[in-house]
T-cell receptor, first 115, second 113 residues
């Protein structure tokens, strides 16, 4: 597609429920990133996929968070047993082989509200 | 541990004025410093970036100044316009290839008409 697509754009869930957030990167982009944006906290790195390499999961805040990327394209971020502190905007970005010259392309994010 | 510190948190500038946002980093392995602009309801978008082999980079009204010895870099927006009102994030990454970006906490800029 023309840009990075994220769905849903908004998600309200009850505490304790599981949620799945989807990211469709730009076709041909080999790198995919998930970040979390909380009010006043900037962008917090969660996880990074690059081609067929093992993902860098160093930013995942707890074992309730997981992500996968199927076929080197679409990615799903799963949050199990959601807590109120999980409420944030979850941003996905992708980059081409030369991401350092062209930067990341971010999607518009999924706003997650845990009630 | 905040590896990229950004200030101010918010900024109000009159139309036509200069907006200045500052960032400081700790990790000397960082060697790529982009700035991202984010409008409400949208994801951040790359605005301008610099590498430490130059001290300044200018693109239109936007200029990055870089001070390697002080481990600081700043964004200057000349002739600020109401359309520049957005949140600005500085970021940094290290070495080449696919390195993740570490972001500052952002600056909300409001340019008053």
């Amino acid at each position: 597609g023309a840009g990075v697509s994220q769905s849903p754009s908004n998600k309200v869930t009850e505490k304790g429920k599981d949620v799945e957030l989807r990211c469709d990167p730009i076709s041909g982009h080999t790198a995919l990133y998930w970040y979390r944006q909380s009010l006043g906290q900037g962008l917090e790195f969660l996880i990074y996929f690059q081609g067929n390499s093992a993902p860098d999961k160093s930013g995942l805040p707890s074992d309730r968070f997981s992500a996968e990327r199927t076929g080197g394209s679409v990615s799903t971020l799963t949050i199990q047993r959601t807590q109120q502190e999980d409420s944030a905007v979850y941003l996905c970005a992708s980059s081409s082989r030369d991401g350092r010259n062209y930067g990341y392309t971010f999607g518009s994010g999924t706003r997650l509200t845990v009630v | 541990q905040q590896q990229v510190k950004q200030s101010p948190q918010s900024l109000i500038v009159q139309k036509g004025g200069i907006s200045i946002i500052n960032c400081a980093y700790e990790n000397t392995a960082f060697d790529y410093f982009p700035w991202y602009q984010q409008f409400p309801g949208k994801g951040p978008a790359l605005l301008i970036a610099i590498r430490p082999d130059v001290s300044e980079k200018k693109e239109g009204r936007f200029t990055i100044s870089f001070n390697k010895s002080a481990k600081q870099f700043s964004l200057h927006i000349m002739d600020s316009q109401p359309g520049d009102s957005a949140t600005y994030f500085c970021a940094a990454s290290k070495h080449s290839g696919y390195s993740t970006l570490t972001f500052g906490k952002g600056t909300m800029l409001l340019v008053s008409p």
